[in-house]
């Protein structure tokens, strides 16, 4: 695990607060050198950093890098770290810094790749590396469970070979203990600190920590000095050598102590920007110990997706879904119940293993407790327990004892106990409430359950909501958006203007985003599904219409799915839709799943996508979307102006400076195929279509079919800045005017005045720049247009950015500020 040599230091970066970051999807088809050609293209859209996907060793062929299996190299595969350094000195020749995304949870569980690993399963408890691993030895016998077999190990035993000092099972290999490479076996198995077995066991017998329910990943034990060291030494050094400026932070839920990590790491480190992959629920704040920058930004996300959502046309779109799809209440029909559902299905099955390992922590406590209340409580009334309490969790974890209790409440204690037939048995929910509490002692046993709790609750929240009742709960998919609200996705302007009056006033280096390599649809398709809620009619009579005319849906929440998912995304290719809807009805998990697949629902699903949604029927579901093609248009221009000025560090991911048409991964991970010619110019790209589904959203026409797109309510007209202009023009004003972005920049909503203000948003930072932005556009047009509603400027004149020669003072009439583009970025210019 020796270094590599490093090169050449490279000079610091200018900043250590990034003003916009552009995010790299790192893979063996996209290497360092890659992005290093795309380095002057990116630099001259305006961002000041480029943000990578996780560049340590990882599994052989890795599309995503976040299965590292040795922290002290820099990825082979990608350039070594020569390639890594030659990037970063081609990114500072152009005034560029790096942000690098950093994996502390877990490693892959590849112990031919994982050399640490490889030595614990040869040499056990007693191997120097065994504290790198959150493994359970008193649980299995004392071996590792490892999940790989095809089949119970007896009908595979002929599949079993030693030889060299390795077990062998097809393409997986394993280290022999020293002295029974002679054994039988039978016995030589026996022999090991670890036992092969059937993948089915993982749901109920794993003993070592995991990655949500990705057996793939063994979870780490950072917050063991030795271990951050060993884990973080090339990073820092990285860091120290000027190579790398800032990080991104992986999942930081899934640590013993997030705090303590972030801690050590910003000691390390120096302070250097950092940002943590927390998702936040609604109304949930980021721990104010943390010393970090911020999030990364999905509660951004959140809040500018809701901006453009209509709270009355989604209430109407929601019971033109019950009635169409008749779902149960707990199967998609209504939102807290299907979570609540996905919640214990998730626990029960698929976290099974992780709610016992709890559940036995809790009974060794209570049983060697001093104090006698805690005595006597049977194993399955604390599993019954802790599984009653940790499906009420409406966060993803707490992180003290006073954040636990705010969450598991009195309320939610009083509804689990109804779990129980006999009322003396329910009080082990007090008894396990209480431990979460920490009221029965704090010595490290204690310790180990608060934190097991709260990873196993972060486990839990992750898969029931982003992984099961997303795909389960489905009027509005735009809404079921990582970090989302789909129970209430709209959201009021003021309710904005709340939420970024405070991240500029707590967390002005924060990350925001609208997507990244997670998010299931880019924004761009979310902005026009958001669409629908000004339309549910529209929507619900051209569904009734289609559904008659295509292939029968296997159930009717496949269909409002399917056909709603060809909306957002337009002409697209059919193997794109299939592999987005097959991976849905995986994910939801009540037809089909990813371990008992079945065949003939997912065949059905196949047969009615290509009739359908991308067939013939699906002609008229275009011609609905190219009927509000200029709403859409809005949202899209609308989103992105938003995110770029509002507080905090935009962080662009790949392709979304022009239009980025994308579903759930592994569609949103396809490499970008970045310009070359005129980098400076951006005519390359202006209306170039990506190959993978990029665009200019300024080649985006048409109109309502009410008239033209000035009559239809200020959404725009064919012409106008498209999405490409509006970035780069949003990014200049950023590196032109840092003082209005940055830490100490301020935030003023700017209210429009008349009978339409409340289509138009805007907002000034720091008295230097004001953005406007169209908000419903189509229920702007049919309410009758703008009607003479102004937009009171702050004192001075102000020049349009995306149309040069135009100005404004004083109260701008808005239908003029939108006359080509529904959006505005105005940029003051002299006093009035």
Request: proline share 7%; net charge negative; glycine share 10%.
């Amino acid at each position: 695990m020796t270094p590599e040599r490093p090169g050449p230091v490279p000079s610091p970066a200018a900043s250590p607060v990034p003003s916009a970051t552009y995010r790299l999807q790192l893979q063996p088809d996209f290497r360092f050198e890659a992005a290093a050609a795309a380095v002057p293209y990116l630099a001259s859209l305006g961002v000041s950093h480029l943000h990578l996907s996780p560049v340590l060793e990882a599994v052989p062929g890795s599309r995503h890098g976040y299965d590292v299996v040795d922290h002290a190299r820099v990825r082979a595969e990608l350039g070594g770290e020569e390639g890594l350094r030659a990037l970063a000195r081609t990114a500072r020749e152009h005034g560029l810094g790096l942000v690098v995304d950093i994996v502390p949870n877990h490693m892959a569980m590849s112990p031919r790749h994982n050399r640490a690993l490889w030595e614990v399963l040869r040499e056990g408890p007693e191997s120097p590396y065994a504290r790198w691993f959150d493994i359970d030895w008193r649980a299995g016998g004392g071996q590792v469970l490892l999940p790989v077999l095809g089949a119970p190990v007896g009908e595979v035993l002929d599949d079993l070979r030693a030889d060299d000092g390795v077990l062998r099972y097809h393409e997986h290999a394993f280290p022999l203990r020293d002295g029974t490479a002679d054994l039988p076996l039978p016995q030589l198995l026996d022999a090991q600190w670890y036992r092969p077995v059937w993948w089915r066991l993982a749901r109920t017998e794993l003993n070592y920590r995991r990655f949500f329910s990705i057996s793939e990943l063994i979870g780490l034990r950072v917050e063991d000095p030795e271990v951050f060291e060993a884990t973080h030494a090339t990073v820092l050094r990285l860091l120290r050598e000027g190579v790398v400026d800032g990080l991104r932070v992986d999942h930081p839920d899934g640590l013993a102590d997030p705090g303590g990590y972030l801690a050590r790491l910003h000691e390390a480190t120096g302070g250097r920007w950092t940002v943590v992959e927390k998702i936040l629920a609604d109304g949930e704040r980021l721990p104010d110990a943390w010393p970090v920058a911020g999030t990364t930004g999905y509660d951004a996300l959140r809040h500018v997706d809701g901006l453009f959502t209509d709270a009355a046309g989604y209430g109407e779109l929601l019971g033109r879904y019950r009635a169409f799809a008749a779902p149960q209440p707990d199967l998609g029909g209504d939102w807290a119940a299907t979570v609540r559902r996905a919640a214990y299905r998730v626990l029960t099955h698929e976290l099974a293993t992780e709610l016992d390992r709890l559940t036995r922590l809790a009974h060794r406590l209570c049983a060697a407790s001093p104090q006698p209340a805690p005595r006597d409580r049977a194993p399955w009334a604390l599993g019954t327990a802790l599984r009653e309490l940790l499906v009420r969790l409406e966060v993803y974890r707490p992180y003290t004892a006073a954040d636990a209790g705010e969450v598991v409440t009195g309320e939610a204690a009083a509804e689990a106990r109804l779990a129980f037939a006999v009322p003396e048995e329910a009080g082990a929910v007090d008894v396990v409430r209480d431990l979460v509490l920490g009221r029965y002692g704090d010595g490290p046993d204690h310790e180990e359950f608060r934190a097991r709790f709260a990873q196993t609750a972060s486990a839990l929240r992750a898969k029931s909501v982003e992984d099961t009742a997303f795909y389960r709960y489905v009027p509005l998919l735009s809404a079921t958006e990582v970090g989302g609200n789909p129970g209430g996705p709209a959201l009021d302007p003021e309710v904005f203007h709340a939420y970024c009056a405070r991240v500029q006033r707590d967390w002005p280096a924060t990350g925001t985003v609208v997507s990244t390599h997670d998010t299931k649809r880019s924004a761009d398709v979310r902005a026009a599904l958001a669409v629908l809620t000004e339309c549910p009619a529209r929507w619900a009579d051209v569904l009734a219409e289609v559904a008659r005319a295509g292939e029968g849906a296997p159930d009717p929440q496949l269909a409002w799915a399917a056909w709603q998912t060809v909306f957002g995304l337009g002409p697209a290719d059919g193997g794109r839709v299939r592999d987005a809807l097959l991976k849905h009805v995986r994910e939801a998990g009540l037809h089909t799943g990813w371990t008992e697949p079945g065949a003939s629902y997912e065949e059905a699903v196949e047969a009615f996508v290509a009739a359908g949604p991308c067939g013939a029927p699906g002609e008229r579901v275009a011609e609905l979307r190219k009927a509000v093609e200029s709403h859409v248009r809005a949202n899209v221009l609308g989103t992105a102006l938003v995110h770029l000025t509002m507080p905090g560090v935009p962080d662009l991911y790949q392709g979304t400076e022009h239009e980025y048409l994308a579903l759930v991964d592994p569609d949103n991970r396809r490499p970008v195929d970045f310009p070359t010619a005129h980098p400076a110019t951006g005519s390359d790209g202006e209306s170039r279509e990506h190959a993978d589904g990029t665009g200019d959203a300024g080649s985006a026409g048409g109109t309502d079919g009410t008239g033209s797109a000035r009559g239809a309510g200020g959404a725009g007209s064919a012409g106008g800045a498209g999405k490409t202009v509006v970035t780069r023009a949003a990014l200049a004003l950023r590196a032109r005017r840092p003082g209005a972005f940055g830490g100490a920049a301020t935030y003023e909503p700017v209210r429009a005045e008349g009978p339409a203000a409340e289509h138009c948003v805007a907002f000034a930072r720091s008295g230097d720049v004001v953005t406007a932005v169209t908000r419903l556009s189509l229920r702007l047009a049919q309410e009758g247009g703008w009607r003479g509603t102004t937009l009171p400027l702050p004192p001075g004149r102000w020049a349009d950015t995306l149309a040069p020669g135009r100005e404004f003072t004083g109260h701008a009439r808005v239908e003029e500020l939108f006359a080509d583009t529904p959006v505005a970025l105005l940029e003051r210019v002299g006093d009035e």
